[in-house]
């Protein structure tokens, strides 16, 4: 960690993982919200903000092993990919099913596209 960094961005820092904690919470709990992306987006935050806090979500037992993988080889496995293709799209279904204004499907569809496109190209083991 940078100690010459500034505090108040270590408290954003410290922020953003805690949001992304919580909303990895909620995805370990509703089938359609995918959680790892959330407890990867918080592993980066705390990696900025608080190692104690980096330690302990690595010594996670059920998701400390995968993100470690990440964390060491960029690995995403199968079963990961196939549920946030899922979750994505559900929640993409869902929005339709909302009727939001024309152009909001559109931005959300390239938007979840360009993240799917990132998923898939990510390796589902180890070299």
């Given at each position: 960690m940078?100690?010459?960094r500034?505090p108040?961005?270590?408290w ?7 949001l992304?904690?919580a909303?990895g ?5 509703l ?5 790892t992306i959330?407890?990867i987006?918080a592993l980066?935050c705390?990696s900025k903000?608080?190692p ?6 690595l010594?996670h ?6 993100l470690?993988?990440?964390r060491?080889?960029?690995v995403?496995?199968?079963k ?5 293709a899922f979750?994505?799209?559900?929640g993409f279904v869902a929005?339709?099913l ?10 959300v569809?390239a ?7 990132y998923?898939l190209s ?5 070299a």
């Open positions: 940078n100690e010459a500034h108040a961005v270590r954003l820092y410290l922020a953003g993982g805690c992304m904690v909303l919470v909620i995805g370990a709990v089938p359609v919200m995918p959680t959330f407890l987006l980066a705390f903000s608080s104690r806090l980096e330690a302990k979500l010594a037992p059920k998701y400390g092993p995968g470690r993988r990440w060491e080889q960029r995403v496995p199968v990961a990919k196939c549920f946030a979750g994505m799209g559900i929005l339709l909302s009727r939001p204004p024309h152009w909001v499907p559109w931005l569809a938007i979840e596209l360009s993240v799917l496109v998923l990510r390796p589902s083991r180890p």
